[in-house]
C-alpha cells in the first residue's frame, strides 16, 4: 500500500545487476504517476555443467538462467582476458546446451552475466 492506494509494478523490470531491480511504479488511484523504486536483489550464478563425449566438450546450464554467457580464456594469470564463446547454445528440456571442439592446449570456461 502507498498513501493508503494499493500499487502495481511495472510489467518488466528495466534493469537487473549491480546489486539492485529498478522498476516503475504507478498507484492505481493516480497518486504517484510513476516513481522508480529501487530494490536489493541478489543474482545467483546457475551452476554450468560440463560433459565430456568423444569428440566434443558440452556444456550445459538452465534456461531460466537468462542474460548468462559462456566466455573461456586459455589462462589464469592477471590480467585474465575472458572472450565469448560464439557458439549459439541450443535448448534441450529445460537445459540450454553448447558443444565444443577440444582444442590442444588448456582453456578455462565461465558462465558470466552480460544482459
Excluded at 510489467?11 to 536489493?40: E, F, K
Aim: negative net charge; proline residues 9%; hydrophobic residues 45%.
Amino acid at each position: 500500500m502507498v498513501g493508503g492506494t494499493s500499487a502495481r509494478g511495472g510489467a518488466a523490470p528495466s534493469r537487473i545487476g549491480q546489486g539492485s531491480l529498478h522498476v516503475d511504479v504507478t498507484c492505481n488511484q493516480g497518486v504517484i504517476a510513476a516513481a522508480d523504486v529501487v530494490i536489493p536483489v541478489s543474482v545467483v550464478p546457475p551452476m554450468l555443467g560440463v560433459s565430456f563425449s568423444a569428440d566434443a566438450l558440452n556444456f550445459s546450464w538452465p534456461v531460466s538462467a537468462i542474460g548468462f554467457a559462456l566466455e573461456q580464456t586459455e589462462s589464469l594469470t592477471p590480467p585474465i582476458q575472458w572472450s565469448s564463446v560464439t557458439n549459439t547454445p541450443v535448448v534441450v528440456g529445460d537445459l540450454q546446451t553448447l558443444s565444443l571442439q577440444p582444442t590442444n592446449g588448456t582453456a578455462f570456461y565461465r558462465l558470466r552475466w552480460a544482459p
